[in-house]
Structures are given as structure tokens and as C-alpha cells.
């Protein structure tokens, strides 16, 4: 009876899966309970070969990885710089089962699959030593044909490696940053068994001009059988409307592998592939071959598309039409596994979600996706940067790393080449190192080998020759380290400038490095949702750090109010690379947030890839559109004696011309009244960018007093649009008529005092040089983040509210915008976390969510018997030159002159001291 107990479980595994494959290859799936031991130390396996461990006393269940099973070391520490792994474990892992194999599977080739593993396998198979493998990118395959016993039950066993096997330093493969070092084995874990002689490799080449697939099909007789016999090849588009004519081939040989190149006319309407109309076709082949009277049989099934993607100067072309890559990086952020999910519905949600973003690009940084991730950007029409797992600042010190590195990219092509959406193909990150680019050139040229790809060496630098576009740093207004001299700091908003410098260096497309990195204050409702084996400490910390300064009531509006900020800044960025004569796109860094590197809180959706609370999908999509009207303009704020003058210009990387385009240009208050409008002369709009449509020009001599208006472009037929906001303001203010109990000073001193004991009020414009504070001013949001820089910017931009009558004559949204810079810029930040708990500035800046101060700008409070009001924004130099600086401070002058003007909230002599020297 105890025979029957342990034996019959896995003869039903084994019996219940041949039912249920397919003609041509059986499957058995691994899945389940494993026996397991950690060996960190090494000890498992002696250098000649001895396993030391007679049995495995623990359980764990794959697929899956030591982390999720509470495997190694439990973390004990917090971490403010990334998400936290509760359990962490390095080095060699035992894992074994056992498996009945059928009797039938005698005579067959059978091999375990292995799907993906971190990062290094060896394999054991009822005792005997089997081989080794190594990747991070692509399966684990071992043949096992003479060491399985069919009829009866194997044991097998894997030692899986997750150290340091070659030195790749900092790749997203491995990184603690994002989907952590894992141990364990993941997606499809089973034995396959086929046909002696079977159809191992299919490579499918396009050719649009000559209508037809080029294939090359490997078949696998590693008995050097004499085969006789044919290969029949039938498809059709993956959406059933065409077929592909059958073709039939003869098969002979004896080698061990036999190589066919087929040439297979697909007819004459070829459905093409891209990002509008990803179109695939779908090929079954069946190989039929007899070999001393017997006979053998394989299918196999192949999807692609017709695509050919090339360079026309400084543009990509897909299928000879010239495109905008709108990109996102993907850097393995998993916080629910530390793992990739290796399903389609989880890459769908992913992949989906930047196509429903406007989104045409991913680029996967440092790493390579599973094959979900190829089928699923198959199928929405999205182009794939795939890169090697290499970021090394070592490149030449270590040839054992090349080489496997070599093989890597080689696996690569083979593993996920036949896949449309694999477009360009890069080895790493801003690699470096004595003799890195002499590597880089080596590759790209062995990688050219294979036509279905673009090749680039390394995003961002260095720069070769061989390249065929380059990922180059630099094109952005907030380069790495810049702080304060960045260009939305340095001056206020024109749409003249653009990267052209940077586009004519080099010959070939250039798509710029990780830009957009614009910060947003983090949201903690999404701390929940940490269900997995990483935990967001980093998120509690700066939570609570902000409940210590009392303000954990603004963490929502902090949220809004720089998201808000952010995608302003997102908006501009991304049409100055519109902008750009010869521009072929960018990469955004990123669309979803990285939760390592001191925690970047930079996306428009978040670590798990759902929508933040301040914009949607189709927001952010007309920001990204593949046709985008364009604004030319030397500044977005005017006085009412002025006449706007502006270019409109569009970016047309569409499915087609445009023709006898007509641009309707709207001007519009707050409340949707139109101030004027109009439209400029019909063109055609070929496919490219730029392209002027005209020049616009608008007296706003009617705008009688401060407006916020909004500027609206729309391409008449199409939905093609876009919109910026222009704020107007009076040429000449007329005197506010402060009555004489109200003081006007510009310092804090013991006369202003005295006044404010005898029940006076007094507005204190201070002269910022008196202001002692503790963050610098700026503009800009924070980039990145300023941990991990080490500098500023540290601020998201203000937070107000609009409908308080401070702002009565001061047109504003309650988050930065443009107009604000010419206040924030000429300030100091009063730190006032000094205060009570309750008190609030009147205007705030949104902090830096590591520090967490209550920084503000214009602050009220009863002081003694007195009332004071505090500006420490510049409202004292060159007021002439400035119209939004003497708005704000005529609507400064308003509010105090009227009876709103009555602080509740009390301040101290002594809490008014402390902010100024």
C-alpha cells in the first residue's frame, strides 16, 4: 500500500498532461511542491563533484522564489531609499522532485523547460550529473533523454545560483533597486517530450518588397538518422481574413542538425505591422519524416509580423514611413514578488496601460522581458528596446563578463528575434569603463548579423561608430546634477528654443536619455497595496515624517497639487523634442513610478501600474499624441497693451498626411468665453516635424483685467489638439487704497513690534536678504530626487487656495504653473515648523517628502493685539519689468485693505523672530 500511496500522485501528473498535449510534443508540468535547501555558503556540492546533501529536508512551492517561500535572512532594518525585502537570500539553492514518466515517452527526445531563473542552474537527474546553464534572459533548457527512466519515477534535482555569477555591477536584472536578486525558478517549468527528429528553431525574416518570409528551420536528429520525408508549412494573418498559399518542402539528411532557408510568398495583400495596425501571421509547420521504417512528427508553431524598421537620416522608418519614438523605460519594478510576472495578462495590464497613455515605446533598462512581454507588445503594436543586463562602470576589466555577455545577446536574438515589437536592441546602461567602447563596437557589429533589429552599444554614453541611432544623455531641461541651473529655472517659459545641437552631432536618430523625470509628492493610500514580499518602509517613513510635522491632513492635496505641477512640466518637455528639426524621440524616465535610487515618486501611474489621482489616461495622451499642434511663443505671460504673437507649428507622425489641414486657433477666458479666434490658411501636412502652419497675432487690448486664458489649436476633421495657458495682465494697476492704520514695511523690527502690540496691522514685504532660511527657492519640481543627487531642487511647486480672497485679483490654479516663476524664483521659504500644528501659510511650498518642513511663502497671524501679513517673495526690485510680481502684490494690498483681511491663528514675537535674521 505505501507503493501505491507515493507512486500513484505522480502517475497521475504524468498521465493527465498526455492527454491534454498537443500532436507532436508532450508536456508534463512541474509545478507544485519541491523539496528544497538553502546552501548559501556552498557546501552542497565539492569541488569533484560530491553533492553533500543526501536529502532536501525543507518544502517550497515553484514556481516561485525563496522570498516568497520566507526563505534566508529576515530583514531587520528600514530603508528610505527603496522597497525592502522581508526575506533575502544569496547564493546556491537545492531544489528537487520527483516525477513519474510514462512508459510511452521511451524512444522520445525529452527536455526540461525552464522558463526563467536567477541566474545560474545545474542539473542532476536520478543521481547522474546532467550540465550546467547560465542567463537572466532567456530559458534554461537540458536534454534528458538517456537520463530518465520512462515507467517509472526520476528524481530530479537543480542547484540554482543567484550570486554574483559575473560582475554586472548595478543591471536591473539583479538589482535591489527594483525586482531584487531573486532565487528560485519562474513561468513554465516542465519536461517536453517529441519526435527523435523534430523541429528545434524557426527564424523568420521579412521582406515587404519582395512579398514573402524568409525562414530559416533548424531540425534536430541527434542520432544522424537518414530522413526521409517533407516539410509542410501553412498560415494565415493572425485575424483569420487571409491565408498564406501552402507550400510543401522536401526534407533529406543525416546530420545532427539539418538547416533549411525557405523563401514563403505570402500573397499579394501583405498586411504590414506597426504601431497603428499591428497585424500578425501566424505559421503552422509540419514536419513529416521517415527514417528505417520509421516514422517521425513535429509541429510548430510561429508567430510574426511584416515589418522593416530603417533609418532615413535623423528619423526611424517602420515599413518605410518615418516615426516619433514616445518611450518609457521599464525597470523591473515587480513589488508584489521581486520578480516579473511571466503571464500575458500581466504584461497586458502593463503594456496597455502605456498604449492607452499615448505611449508607442518601452525600453527595458538593463534587462529583458519574458516572452509574454514580446507577444502582448506584439499584439497592441508597441516597439521593444531590449538590452542586455549590463550597467558596469569595469567594461575591459573582466573578459569573462564580456563573453558572457556575448552569448547573452546571442541568446537573446535567437529566444525573441521572430517577435515584431523586438525593434532595437541596445547592450546597456551608461556603461563605462578602459575598454568599453572597443567592446561596444565588437558587438554592434556581430549584432548586425541579424537585419530585424536597429543596434546601439549603450543608452546614454558612450558614443560609436558602428551605432545605427543612438540613446544619447544631455537633450533635457534638468540634466543629472544640474540643480539650479537648469533651464526652467534659470528663466521663465519660451517655446523658441529647441535640441537641434544635439541632433546634428551624429548622422543617425537620436532618441534622448530618460527624460521627464519630474517628481510628485508620494501617495500613501498606496501603501496598502504592498501585499507582497517587498515592503514600502521607504513610503511609512516619509509618512510619518510628515505626521511629526503636522501635516499629514495635506498629503492628499500635496499629491494633487504637484502632480499637477509635474505634468506641466512633462507637457513642455515633451514638445520641445516635437519641437526639434530631426528629433527621433525619447525615453521617459518613466510612466510608472521606481520605488528604489532614494525613492522617485516620478510617474503619471504607479508602481503597480494604476492611475494616479490627478490625471488620466486620455489626459496624458493628448500630451504624447503621434500629430501634436505646436506653439512657438517668446513668453506665456503678456500685458493688456501688448499684441501675442506666436507660430503655430505641427508634429505629424501619423498613420498619414494630413491634407488641406486647417488649424482653428481659440482664445478663451476662465469661463469659456471666447475673446477671439480664428483660422490660418489650408495645407498639407506630411508625415515629419515641423511644420509651420502660420503665424498668429492677438491685440488683447479687451482683457481689461488679470485673466488666465487658455489658447486652443484644433486640426479641423481630426481630433488633433492642443492648448497653453497665457496669462494677461493690466499694463498699468490703478493705487490701492490702503488705509492709514495699515503699515507697508520691508523688515521685521522693534517699531513694526511696538506697532503690532498697540493693535496695529502691518503687511511685511520683507526684503528677502533679511529672510533666514533653510531650502533654497526654485521653480522647477525635483528631479529624480534630491537623496540621490544630492542637491536641489527640493521643492514640488506651491499649494494654495484659490478661492481665498487673497488671490481675489491674483488668477491662479492651487498648483504652480508658468506665471509663477517670476515670484518663487526672487523668494526665500520661511521654514515655519515651528508653529503650532494647525497653522497653515497662505501660500506653501510643497516640501521635499524626506524632510517634510512647513515651508511658506506669505503667511497671516494675530501677533499680540495686532495683525500681520508676510510676504517673503521679491516685491520690491524692478517692479516695471514685472507685471505678475505687481499683480500679486496689488492683490496683496487688497486683501489687506479689506475686512477679510482678520487672522484667527496667533503667532509669537518670538515665532515671527526666528524667520529673519
Not at 523658441?496 to 521627464?516: C, R
Request: overall charge neutral.
Amino acid at each position: 500500500m505505501k507503493r501505491l500511496v507515493f507512486f500513484l500522485p505522480f502517475f497521475l501528473v504524468g498521465l493527465a498532461f498526455q492527454m491534454q498535449a498537443q500532436p507532436g510534443c508532450h508536456t508534463i508540468s512541474l509545478d507544485g511542491i519541491w523539496s528544497f535547501k538553502a546552501d548559501p555558503l556552498g557546501m552542497g556540492l565539492q569541488s569533484n563533484g560530491l553533492q553533500m546533501f543526501p536529502s532536501l529536508t525543507e518544502t517550497i512551492t515553484l514556481p516561485g522564489s525563496t522570498d516568497e517561500a520566507g526563505k534566508g535572512i529576515r530583514t531587520q532594518g528600514l530603508s528610505s531609499i527603496r522597497l525592502t525585502r522581508m526575506f533575502e537570500y544569496k547564493g546556491p539553492a537545492w531544489y528537487e522532485k520527483k516525477v513519474f514518466i510514462p512508459e510511452d515517452w521511451a524512444g522520445k527526445e525529452i527536455s526540461l523547460f525552464l522558463e526563467r531563473v536567477h541566474w545560474e542552474t545545474k542539473l542532476w537527474v536520478n543521481g547522474a550529473y546532467v550540465g550546467r546553464e547560465e542567463s537572466l534572459s532567456v530559458p534554461h533548457i537540458y536534454t534528458l533523454g538517456k537520463f530518465l527512466k520512462p515507467g517509472e519515477v526520476n528524481t530530479i534535482r537543480l542547484r540554482v545560483n543567484n550570486d554574483l555569477i559575473y560582475n554586472i555591477e548595478y543591471s536591473h536584472a539583479i538589482s535591489a533597486e527594483t525586482q531584487t536578486n531573486w532565487n528560485g525558478i519562474i513561468g513554465k517549468i516542465e519536461l517536453r517530450a517529441t519526435d527523435k527528429v523534430y523541429i528545434s528553431d524557426v527564424q523568420v525574416y521579412p521582406d515587404i518588397k519582395g512579398k514573402k518570409a524568409r525562414l530559416e528551420v533548424t531540425f534536430n536528429n541527434s542520432d544522424k538518422l537518414s530522413l526521409k520525408g517533407d516539410l509542410e508549412i501553412m498560415g494565415k494573418t493572425a485575424d483569420n481574413l487571409f491565408d498564406i498559399p501552402k507550400k510543401k518542402i522536401p526534407v533529406t539528411g543525416n546530420d545532427s542538425l539539418i538547416f533549411m532557408e525557405i523563401d514563403l510568398p505570402l500573397g499579394d495583400q501583405i498586411r504590414t505591422w506597426d504601431e497603428f495596425d499591428p497585424n500578425l501571421y501566424l505559421l503552422n509547420l509540419f514536419l513529416n519524416v521517415k527514417a528505417d521504417k520509421e516514422s517521425y512528427f513535429d509541429t510548430k508553431q510561429v508567430k510574426f509580423g511584416m515589418r522593416e524598421v530603417g533609418v532615413k537620416g535623423s528619423h526611424f522608418t517602420m515599413n518605410g514611413r518615418e516615426i516619433f519614438i514616445r518611450g518609457t523605460v521599464n525597470s523591473a519594478e515587480f513589488p508584489l514578488t521581486g520578480y516579473p510576472v511571466m503571464d500575458e495578462s500581466g504584461w497586458l495590464h502593463i503594456l496597455k496601460t502605456c498604449k492607452d497613455y499615448g505611449l508607442n515605446c518601452v525600453r527595458f533598462h538593463s534587462w529583458c522581458p519574458p516572452e509574454a512581454a514580446f507577444k502582448v507588445a506584439d499584439s497592441l503594436g508597441i516597439y521593444l528596446q531590449i538590452e542586455n543586463s549590463d550597467w558596469r562602470f569595469t567594461v575591459g576589466e573582466d573578459k569573462t563578463v564580456n563573453d558572457f555577455l556575448r552569448r547573452e545577446a546571442d541568446r537573446i536574438f535567437k529566444e525573441y528575434g521572430n517577435h515584431p515589437s523586438f525593434v532595437f536592441f541596445c547592450e546597456g546602461n551608461e556603461l563605462c569603463g578602459s575598454g568599453v567602447k572597443e567592446f561596444l563596437s565588437e558587438s554592434v557589429t556581430h549584432w548586425k548579423r541579424d537585419p530585424r533589429h536597429l543596434y546601439t552599444g549603450s543608452a546614454a554614453y558612450p558614443y560609436v561608430p558602428e551605432n545605427q541611432y543612438n540613446v544619447l544623455y544631455g537633450a533635457r531641461p534638468h540634466r543629472w546634477k544640474e540643480g539650479l541651473k537648469s533651464r526652467f529655472n534659470v528663466a521663465p517659459l519660451n517655446t523658441l528654443y529647441d535640441y537641434s545641437e544635439y541632433v546634428k552631432k551624429y548622422p543617425i536618430p537620436m532618441i534622448t536619455h530618460e527624460i521627464g523625470q519630474w517628481c510628485v509628492y508620494p501617495n500613501y493610500d498606496e501603501i496598502k497595496k504592498y501585499t507582497g514580499v517587498l515592503k514600502p518602509y521607504n513610503y511609512q517613513i516619509f509618512r510619518e515624517s510628515l505626521r511629526d510635522h503636522h501635516m499629514l491632513d495635506l498629503a492628499e492635496e500635496f499629491t494633487r497639487a504637484s502632480g499637477k505641477f509635474h505634468l506641466i512640466q512633462k507637457k513642455e518637455e515633451f514638445e520641445s523634442y516635437y519641437r526639434t528639426p530631426g528629433m527621433a524621440g525619447y525615453h521617459l524616465l518613466q510612466l510608472n513610478d521606481f520605488p528604489g535610487q532614494g525613492t522617485s515618486p516620478v510617474g503619471v501611474v504607479d508602481v503597480f501600474w494604476d492611475p494616479k489621482p490627478y490625471v488620466t489616461a486620455d489626459e496624458f495622451k493628448s500630451m504624447v499624441s503621434p500629430c501634436l499642434p505646436l506653439l512657438l511663443t517668446s513668453s506665456f505671460v503678456w500685458t493688456n497693451d501688448s499684441i501675442f504673437t506666436g507660430e503655430a507649428r505641427i508634429a505629424n507622425f501619423g498613420k498619414s498626411d494630413i491634407k488641406k489641414a486647417v488649424l482653428k486657433w481659440t482664445l478663451k477666458y476662465p469661463d469659456g468665453k471666447i475673446y477671439a479666434q480664428g483660422k490660418l490658411p489650408a495645407k498639407d501636412i506630411p508625415i515629419g516635424s515641423p511644420h509651420s502652419l502660420g503665424k498668429i497675432k492677438i491685440s488683447l487690448k479687451g482683457i481689461k483685467k488679470a485673466e488666465q486664458m487658455k489658447l486652443i489649436f484644433d486640426i479641423s476633421g481630426t481630433s488633433y489638439r492642443n492648448q497653453w495657458d497665457i496669462w494677461v495682465y493690466p499694463s498699468v494697476l490703478p493705487e490701492v487704497n490702503v488705509p492709514s492704520e495699515i503699515k507697508i514695511v520691508n523688515s521685521w523690527n522693534t517699531e513694526v513690534k511696538e506697532y503690532l502690540k498697540q493693535g496695529g496691522k502691518v503687511l511685511l514685504l520683507a526684503d528677502t536678504a533679511d529672510v533666514r532660511t533653510t531650502v533654497s527657492s526654485c521653480f522647477s519640481g525635483i528631479s529624480w530626487n534630491a537623496v540621490w543627487s544630492g542637491m536641489p531642487p527640493e521643492l514640488l511647486g506651491i499649494l494654495c487656495n484659490p478661492s481665498h480672497p487673497l488671490y481675489a485679483y491674483f488668477p491662479t490654479e492651487f498648483h504652480s504653473n508658468w506665471q509663477w516663476w517670476d515670484l518663487v524664483i526672487p523668494s526665500k521659504l520661511m521654514n515655519l515648523d515651528h508653529t503650532p500644528s494647525t497653522y497653515r501659510p497662505l501660500l506653501q511650498m510643497i516640501p521635499d517628502w524626506n524632510k517634510n518642513n512647513k515651508l511658506g511663502l506669505v503667511a497671516e497671524a494675530k501677533v499680540g493685539k495686532g495683525e500681520l501679513l508676510i510676504c517673503t517673495i521679491d516685491l520690491l526690485r524692478n517692479m516695471d519689468k514685472r507685471p505678475v510680481a505687481r499683480q500679486f502684490l496689488y492683490s496683496l494690498k487688497k486683501y489687506v485693505s479689506s475686512p477679510d483681511f482678520h487672522p484667527e491663528e496667533e503667532l509669537s514675537e518670538q515665532a515671527v523672530d526666528v524667520l529673519f535674521n
